[in-house]
T-cell receptor, first 112, second 111 residues
Framework: DAGVTQSPTHLIKTRGQQVTLRCSPK?????VSWYQQALGQGPQFIFQ???????QRGNFPDRFSGHQFPNYSSELNVNALLLGDSALYLC???????????FGPGTRLLVL | LAKTTQPISMDSYEGQEVNITCSHN???????ITWYQQFPSQGPRFIIQ???TKVTNEVASLFIPADRKSSTLSLPRVSLSDTAVYYC????????????FGTGTQLKVEL
């Protein structure tokens, strides 16, 4: 039973560029949440997708957008990258009607 | 969203029991309490979850008093590999809800 997977593991971009991160949820899960974790800080909630719609959103600008596909996998897109976007981006999956949140290994993004 | 307060750091030695307490004074009726462990550059790993009283699994115990305004994660006989950041979260992890992480507790276990 595969857990949550994310790709790529590491990524280097320059300011102003755009990036797409990908996530496959744990088998059987239908909900995907994205978190940003800066160095030394706890993960910060970006948004949550269920039934291909954004259901909840944290305090992040519109430069952060996402998508969920019919197979429940998800993408996180960040436009016009800033140096401050450098962080570990975590994907977590769950069942919409149940408790239990499972995290992937994360994607380390470095913006130069 | 319920705000949580935890100690920033704790030190222990191998073989000791470690108790990490989390305060969550404005916990809602439907909120669960969940603890995660995180190693550097890895995603948080679920440890234990509870609603009230005591919950125990193969790695930890979670004690929740009747008023549910705090909770204590108990790690029996810690080892060096338990050195990590531990997060207390309060809320529903199901749909329509967004869990909020605090800064967590950095546990350091020494020989």
């Amino acid at each position: 039973d595969a857990g949550v997977t994310q790709s790529p593991t590491h990524l280097i971009k320059t300011r102003g560029q755009q990036v797409t991160l990908r996530c496959s949820p744990k088998s059987g899960h239908d909900t995907v949440s994205w978190y940003q974790q800066a160095l030394g800080q706890g993960p910060q909630f970006i948004f949550q997708y269920y039934e291909e719609e954004e259901r909840q959103r944290g305090n992040f600008p519109d430069r952060f957008s996402g998508h969920q596909f019919p197979n429940y996998s998800s993408e996180l897109n960040v436009n016009a990258l800033l140096l401050g976007d450098s962080a570990l981006y975590l994907c977590a999956s769950s069942l919409y009607q149940a408790t239990g949140l499972y995290f992937g290994p994360g994607t380390r993004l470095l913006v130069l | 969203l319920a705000k949580t307060t935890q100690p920033i750091s704790m030190d222990s030695y191998e073989g000791q029991e470690v108790n990490i307490t989390c305060s969550h004074n404005n916990i809602a009726t439907n909120d669960y309490i969940t603890w995660y462990q995180q190693f550097p550059s890895q995603g948080p790993r679920f440890i234990i979850q509870g609603y009230k009283t005591k919950v125990t699994n193969e790695v930890a115990s979670l004690f929740i008093p009747a008023d549910r305004k705090s909770s204590t994660l108990s790690l029996p006989r810690v080892s060096l590999s338990d050195t990590a950041v531990y997060y207390c979260l309060v809320g529903l992890t199901g749909g329509g809800n967004k869990l909020t992480f605090g800064t967590g507790t950095q546990l350091k276990v020494e020989l």
